[in-house]
């Protein structure tokens, strides 16, 4: 049987999502290729790992089985801006706002709830850290689906030409927890770079 015949009940029960790996970089970013290219929105390695850098805590790869089929990256950033993709981070920003960077499926596994699973798994991180709302610029269309989980756009805020054309930045506030881990995340909060949102 395929990877496109596998039926989607299957899928996501083997899912399982966890803290990014040091041996985890090759395939992420063969998966942030493959959805960024054709965009010309491509960052690099060094790039991305700069994101985990700054936020470990906050990124995340999804696996299905033996097979890495899926990412998150996101840390936090100033509410209404997002870096420029050209360049890694440097800065730590000590933030409420927790900026998603980047979630893509690979392509063979979209529309299976795979991009919504990771986005509860961050957003009940978010929670816990104290995180006030999320952000996110969405690229390639994918505003569709961060609106229908929950994000607006906020068209007064103008993009990096960095992410292209038709570009938008999105946020989503978010319900203000009982008890929280930290009022700000300890591990690294550093320049989140921007959200192209490739997801499935």
Not at 2 to 22: K, M, Q, W
Not at 41 to 51: C, H
Not at 96 to 113: C, K, M, P, S
Request: charged share 20%; aromatic share 6%.
């Amino acid at each position: 049987m395929s990877d496109r015949e596998t039926p989607r009940r299957a899928v996501t029960e083997h899912a399982r999502v966890r803290p990014v790996g040091d041996g985890d970089w090759a395939d992420l970013v063969a998966l942030e290729a493959a959805a960024y290219t054709s965009l010309s929105l491509s960052e690099g390695r060094a790039a991305l790992e700069s994101k985990a850098w700054a936020s470990p805590t906050t990124c995340f790869v999804l696996d299905v089985e033996q097979r890495l089929a899926g990412y998150l990256l996101a840390l936090p950033y100033p509410v209404s801006q997002a870096p420029d993709l050209a360049r890694g981070e440097e800065v730590v920003f000590r933030s409420r706002n927790l900026h998603v960077h980047d979630l893509v499926i690979a392509e063979d596994l979209r529309g299976r709830g795979l991009g919504k699973r990771l986005l509860h798994h961050l957003t009940g991180r978010a929670l816990r850290q104290g995180y006030e709302q999320m952000s996110l610029v969405a690229v390639g269309g994918s505003h569709t689906f961060w609106a229908a989980n929950g994000f607006a756009a906020q068209k007064e805020v103008v993009n990096s030409e960095s992410y292209g054309a038709g570009s938008v930045y999105m946020s989503m506030a978010l319900p203000t927890a009982p008890t929280v881990e930290s009022p700000t995340p300890t591990s690294g909060l550093l320049s989140g770079a921007p959200t192209r949102n490739e997801v499935g």
